[in-house]
Nanobody
Framework: QVQLVESGGGLVQAGGSLRLSCAAS????????MGWFRQGSGKEREFVAAIRWSSTYYADSVKGRFTISRDNSKSTVYLQMNSLKPEDTAVYYCAAGRLAVGVHPNTYDYWGQGTQVTVSS
């Protein structure tokens, strides 16, 4: 049974930082592409970042502010978010996929339950 459990969300002021974590179980973690997506209120789910092996990919809107990383020994992927903006407010989802990196949600096979990030102005 595959489980992805996110943590680390919360309320932060604009310009602040948060680090999200996603702990995976039931998968051969190191061989999976791990991604972060987000969904704001009334919006579609959008790609944020992904990591496959040591290669990283970012949406233009977060490039230079967010950093994705993984610790295969802990089966955990992280999203360090700096210089947060109110428009970063969303539910953030962790995803795992067996295929190559993709920016579309249907590229990924498994999803976490999401963690809320709220950035106040």
């Amino acid at each position: 049974q595959v489980q992805l459990v996110e943590s680390g969300g919360g309320l932060v002021q604009a310009g602040g930082s948060l680090r999200l974590s996603c702990a995976a179980s039931g998968v051969t973690f190191s061989s999976y592409t791990m991604g972060w997506f987000r969904q704001g209120s009334g919006k579609e789910r959008e790609f944020v970042a992904a990591i496959r092996w040591s290669s990283t990919y970012y949406a233009d809107s977060v490039k230079g502010r967010f950093t994705i990383s993984r610790d295969n020994s802990k089966s955990t992927v992280y999203l360090q978010m700096n210089s947060l903006k109110p428009e970063d407010t969303a539910v953030y989802y962790c995803a795992a996929g067996r295929l190559a990196v993709g920016v579309h949600p249907n590229t990924y096979d498994y999803w976490g339950q999401g963690t809320q990030v709220t950035v106040s102005s």
